[in-house]
């Protein structure tokens, strides 16, 4: 195996193109090194992208949104009041992969590039309208986090291709979102089914929202139906109520060992509903 | 809870010192398994079918032998042949023979000169496989056209015109079942299910072996006992047990499944063909799931007969249990005896069998087989309380066993603590905790034999008058520091003087494991015998001493007395001034002590547990926990109530989210601990715990081992709690959230 | 296959080897340095047993490679003690908050950096930052009594010296 530490994206992305083997970025490894360690992965060349200026920094974007460094760890997130207070759903997400040891090193570039449906990070990436930076051998692109995930295990990045960056839009007035996953435990599981809400609001009256699902199908779900049924409501019980049954419309789960698809088209109706209802409450500035 | 027949105001038992190997496990200077490291030493890797049922055409390892550093690879045909019954098996375990019975089996094993060399070596090793059908459920096991995955296993006592698969029956009872169950108001029958778990120990197995030209060796390993693993390598191997020198390191958790053997045999075999350099093997996480010893899955029919008032009138069981591809391993013969020992019942009749399947050779795990027949006949009991809305503790008070009671499996009990754990759990606050929407409370009593054992101690006095104790037992759970306890009492000398070590194979006769909760207990004892060996040696020095009959000496506070005003009137001698001349008064003094232990004196206990379940989610969180056993005599009471809180907490697991999950090709799907889900610290509360003390008298000082029947309670009492707080009963464990929101929704239904 | 050169800190000293690439910083703590209080119980970051700090930062140390660790603070187990026990390690003890202690020299790492972080946490808090350290003896009781009472302890210090 060789290992690499390029200083820039479009070196990591020449790498990456010149590689002909098994390749695998490294940012923060929780996942490519639980794989090498199975033997699932032998990876010929590895890149670590942790020597790249600027990975590690949590930055206001012109716009008043956020970038975020793909080496940044979910315990920086964490800790950072500023980007907790504009987006506490991304971070909650974030800070729900793995153990605390895991959230010293575990990234969100890394959580979406791994490709699993139940990555916490992504729902709540995905319901915040977050894009992310693709640098290639011939430049960066930037996408829409939903459009990364392929299946699991895949993403839609080409060869030579790197994520360079993830920007969350400005949180705008009066806005609220929230992650919530089920687990059997309390800590340290993959998700069964994750839930993030996001949504705007004017006076108590909901005017955007985004719904997405995790550990429902083949990729992390994007449901506008979801959305539809909160739009223009005050989040009333009907509305959580019709929420709830898009969700479990929305799902298309598969039976295994983490739960069976009737529990999780029955707890994607529950988390749509709880998630829904903090997402509220932070928009209106109640603590939750 | 003191009694009047009880020897009490000892100065150190019942204290709290620190434990003798703290200091170097907070420093991390304790050495493990795996941190033993020898000069010239080699990495193994070990080669695993990837099928539950296979038969292996052809191992060609000649990719693997030829990169450089790779130093030897065997299979099964460098082990010796024409070995039978068990020490076939656990050859047939290390290596598999002509067929891979389980995922997980092992194939074959390579030597390197780095861990990650040899793991590169492992995976060139191309083994070919006839895959074959196969079966891992235990009802599957023995249904008609499952696939009979080894001929001949069945023994004598498996009647005719059962399946293939079956290898054991057994059955017995007492007093008339059927007029039993006439005589109740209510009978009630159901058929309850527990999942395979593993004991889950952080350490993963470890060992380095050498094994040279002349058959002679050595091994540093974590085990629960060390001569066992010496008589099993050496049987395996075709060596003389002499001639294999065992060490045990300190052991990271075994609770059973450290009890035998698994790849530490292939570290000797390895070594002599890499010329006699030593190996090192340690498993991965992975393959301690697929490949050492899980518990045995169940299936269990219970019934029995109660009268309104809460009488049992009669018990009936019959449990299928399968503990993998060997037989002897499902624990039936502590499961039929353990179903109904909390109760002094009339009428009672039990039935067993044991069934091979393809998965891995199981092994003890904590009061094995209790905990799966209290799941089935404490739930029983349960439900019936429930249903005749009486208190279950009121109930178990009322057909509780006690002193005289005659066993559910034979011998009278003596003196036993199941109703003095009963009555404090009743008048425990934890008991009188109003529950709020959604909560529910669960109590069930559990079992264990306890154990006693070969046991073989010697003490021997230093020269400054401290005492060096030689055990066999490893201590997994304080252990020394309760044995060094009871030296330093009997001796009469300080705690600090006394230092207790686990040694070798070559250092003392042969010692059974740590298991059972036995150590304390069997080595506690022998080392008390010890003493007083080495007491009545050092008053026979003061007598020559001072010129009197030996008699009219007596050991007290650490030194030797005159005994009585009759003896004559000398100054008391001191263990330190008898050890400082001993070389001139006749040589070195020590005590000695073995004994197959008997009167280790069963164990009782009831737990208390009141939880709340998410009815939308069906996830249950425990939200308090009591735990109230006897000890007999609490030695040293913060690991009596460690042993307690740790097997509650494994008995959770068990109930809630642990299971073996297989998927439809045989093949283990949960293999990590992310999927193997036990117990992390915010599942759980702060453990309550009361320590009854109704004393053992087969022991000097009244000790009771207190290991295993923690476990046995959490598993019927969660599923009485969930009952509790959802109106839904689990009969099959473990109460996942999936299960628990199904029978919910038909409960609404 | 051409080994790294890794020079980093460790509990104070510099040291320097040559790693391969693929090799963990567990790996080359125990293997290497000779450094096995950190232990491994699954190498799938699940257990929390290889935990040292990097830089500060609690970590996994077989989720990391030992290549990463160039130019870095790394803290263990056996850098705790300096000329007396850490208050954690006295109170480990004195509560007989480990059996086979196994998972202890992690649990301490782990603790001592939540106290760094949160000198006086609830036992919530101090339950949900070591759920990534599994201990399967105890039933975590007397851990987190052990780690609340050192806690005190060293809060008791901290306004003595203040």
């Known amino acids: 195996m060789r290992y690499h530490t390029p200083t820039s994206f479009s070196d990591a992305a020449k790498i990456a193109a010149g590689t002909s083997g098994t390749m695998r970025f490294l940012a923060g490894g929780t996942d490519v090194l639980v794989q090498m360690r199975a033997g699932m992965v032998q990876p010929d060349d590895l890149i670590d992208l942790k020597h790249i200026p600027g990975v590690d920094r949590i930055e206001p974007t012109p716009e008043g949104g956020w970038r975020i460094g793909i080496a940044v760890p979910g315990i920086v997130m964490g800790g950072h009041a500023a980007l907790v207070a504009d987006w506490p759903g991304v971070v909650e997400g974030m800070n729900l992969v793995g153990s605390t040891q895991v959230q010293g090193r575990a990234t969100l570039a890394g959580n979406l590039c791994n490709g699993s449906p139940a990555a916490d990070s992504v729902p709540g990436l995905i319901a915040a309208g977050a894009t992310v930076t693709v640098t290639g051998p011939n430049g960066s692109r930037d996408i829409p986090v939903e459009q990364v995930p392929a299946g699991p295990g895949r993403t839609h990045l080409a060869k030579g291709e790197v994520i360079s960056a993830v920007t969350l839009p400005p949180r705008g007035k009066n806005g609220g979102d929230c992650y919530l996953r089920f687990i059997p435990r309390t800590e340290m599981d993959i998700a069964v089914v994750g839930c993030a809400v996001n949504l705007r609001l004017e006076g108590d009256r909901i005017v955007e929202a985004r719904v997405a699902l995790g550990a429902v199908a083949p990729t992390v779900l994007l449901s506008e139906a979801c959305a539809k049924t909160i739009i223009g409501t005050t989040l009333d019980d009907a509305a959580l109520a019709a929420l709830a049954k898009a969700a479990e419309g929305a799902a298309k789960p598969i039976s295994d060992k983490r739960g069976t698809k009737e529990f999780r088209i029955d707890v994607a109706g529950v988390l749509a509903r709880r998630a829904a209802k903090i997402a509220y409450d932070r928009a209106k500035g109640l603590k939750a | ?749 | ?162």
């Open chain 2, 1 to 749: 809870m003191a009694r009047d027949d009880v020897k009490t105001g000892y100065k150190l038992i019942g204290t709290r010192p620190n434990r003798p190997d703290g200091l170097d496990k907070v420093t991390g200077r304790a050495r493990y398994g795996a941190d033993f490291s020898l000069p010239g030493m080699l990495h193994a890797a070990v080669v695993r079918s990837p099928h539950a049922h296979a038969r292996i055409v052809k191992i060609d390892a000649s990719k693997a032998l030829a990169l450089d550093g790779v130093k030897a690879v065997v299979t099964r045909a460098d082990l010796p042949t024409g070995l039978t019954g068990e020490d076939l098996n656990l050859q047939d375990n290390t290596l598999a023979g002509e067929k891979a019975l389980y995922d997980g089996h092992a194939v074959a094993a390579v030597a390197a000169t780095s861990a990650l060399l040899a793991q590169d070596a492992a995976r060139l090793i191309e083994v070919t496989y006839e895959v074959l059908p196969h079966v891992t459920d235990v009802d599957a096991a023995m249904a008609p056209g499952a696939p009979v995955i080894r001929e001949g296993v069945a023994d004598y006592s498996v009647p005719e015109g059962m399946h293939g698969n079956v290898a054991r029956y057994m059955e017995f009872g007492h007093g008339d079942v059927e007029a039993g169950f006439a005589a109740a108001d209510i009978v009630r029958a159901h058929t309850y299910k527990t999942e395979a778990t593993h004991q889950g120990y952080i350490e993963p197995h470890a060992a380095v072996g050498q094994l040279g030209e002349d058959g002679r060796g050595e091994m540093w390993v974590c085990t629960q006992g060390h001569w066992y693993i010496r008589r099993m390598s050496a049987a395996v191997l075709g060596i003389e047990a002499a001639n294999l020198r065992v060490t045990p390191s300190e052991i990271g958790g075994g609770f059973g499944g450290k009890t035998t053997i698994f790849m530490e045999p292939l570290t000797l075999a390895l070594s002599k063909k890499a010329g006699g350099r030593p190996v090192k093997l340690v498993m991965s996480r992975s393959e301690v799931l697929r490949a050492t010893g899980p518990t045995a899955s169940a299936s269990m029919d219970v019934k029995i007969g109660m009268k309104k008032d809460g009488t049992i009138t009669a018990g009936q069981v019959y449990f299928r249990m399968q503990g993998g591809a060997f037989p002897g391993m499902s624990p039936i013969g502590e499961a039929l005896p353990c179903a109904f020992a909390c109760y002094d019942i009339p009428a009672l009749k039990h039935e067993a069998v044991e069934v091979i399947a393809n998965r891995p050779k199981a092994a003890a795990y904590r009061a094995p087989g209790s905990p799966m027949a209290a799941f089935a006949v404490e739930s029983m009991v349960d439900e019936m309380c429930r249903e005749l809305k009486l208190d279950p503790i009121e109930v178990r008070l009322k057909n509780g066993a006690t002193n005289g009671s005659k066993s559910s499996y034979g011998p009278v009990y003596t003196m036993i603590g199941l109703k003095e754990t009963l009555e404090a759990a009743k008048a425990h606050p934890n008991y009188k905790v109003a529950l709020g929407p959604n909560q529910g409370r669960g109590v069930a009593s559990g079992f264990w034999f306890n154990h006693g054992g070969e046991t073989s101690v010697t003490l021997a006095v230093g020269e400054d008058g401290t005492a060096t104790v030689m055990i066999g037992t490893p201590d997994i759970g304080g252990s020394r520091a309760s044995i060094g306890l009871m030296v330093a009492e009997t001796l009469g000398i300080p705690y600090e003087n006394v230092r207790v070590n686990v040694v070798e194979t070559g250092a003392l006769g042969v010692n059974e494991p740590t298991h059972g909760s036995r150590a304390t207990f069997a080595s506690g004892k022998a080392a008390v015998e010890a003493a007083r060996q080495a007491m009545a040696e050092m008053c026979r020095r003061a007598a020559a001493d001072w010129g009197i009959d030996a008699d009219a000496v007596e050991w007290k506070d650490g030194a030797a007395h005159p005994a009585g005003p009759n003896a004559g009137k000398f100054p008391p001698m001191s263990i330190g001034e008898i050890g400082g001349k001993m070389g001139s008064t006749g040589g070195p003094i020590s005590g000695h002590h073995e004994v197959t232990a008997g009167g280790y004196g069963a164990s009782f206990g009831t737990h208390v547990v009141d939880v709340e379940v998410d009815p939308e989610t069906g996830r249950t969180t425990v939200l308090r926990y009591l735990v109230v056993q006897d000890a007999g005599t609490a030695i040293h009471p913060a690991y009596v109530e460690g042993q307690y809180q740790g097997g509650a907490a494994q008995g959770i697991g068990w109930a809630l989210n642990e299971e073996y999950v297989y998927g439809a090709d045989g093949r283990l799907q949960n293999p990590i601990f992310l999927d193997y889900r036990i117990p992390v610290a915010s599942d759980l509360p702060m453990i309550d715990t009361v320590i009854v003390e109704v004393p053992n008298p087969g022991h000097p000082y009244g000790v009771r081992g207190v290991g295993e029947t923690g476990i046995t309670p959490p598993l019927p009492a969660i599923a009485a709690a969930i009952a509790g707080a959802t109106g839904a009963r689990i009969r099959s464990l473990p109460c996942t959230p999936p299960k628990v929101l199904a029978a919910i929704k038909a409960n609404r239904a």
């Open chain 3, 1 to 162: 296959m051409s080994k790294i050169h890794v020079t980093t800190t460790v509990n104070g000293d510099t040291v320097e080897f040559l790693a391969e690439p693929r090799e963990t910083l567990l790996d080359a703590l125990r293997n290497q340095l000779d450094l096995t209080g950190t232990k491994e119980g699954c190498g799938t970051g699940d257990c929390g047993a290889c935990s040292v700090t990097v830089d500060g930062t609690l970590v996994c140390s077989c989720l990391m490679l030992a290549a990463e660790a160039n130019g870095k603070r790394v803290e263990t187990i056996e850098g705790m003690a300096k000329e007396e026990l850490h208050p954690l390690q006295r109170k480990f003890i004195e509560h007989a908050a480990l059996q086979c202690g196994f998972c202890t020299p992690g649990i301490l790492v782990a603790a001592k950096a939540l106290l760094e972080r949160n000198p006086d946490p609830t036992d919530t808090e101090v339950r949900y930052w070591l759920a990534g350290n599994l201990c399967r003896c105890t039933g975590y009781d007397k851990i987190i009594r052990a780690v609340q009472d050192a806690a005190a302890e060293m809060r008791q210090e901290h306004r003595g010296a203040a």
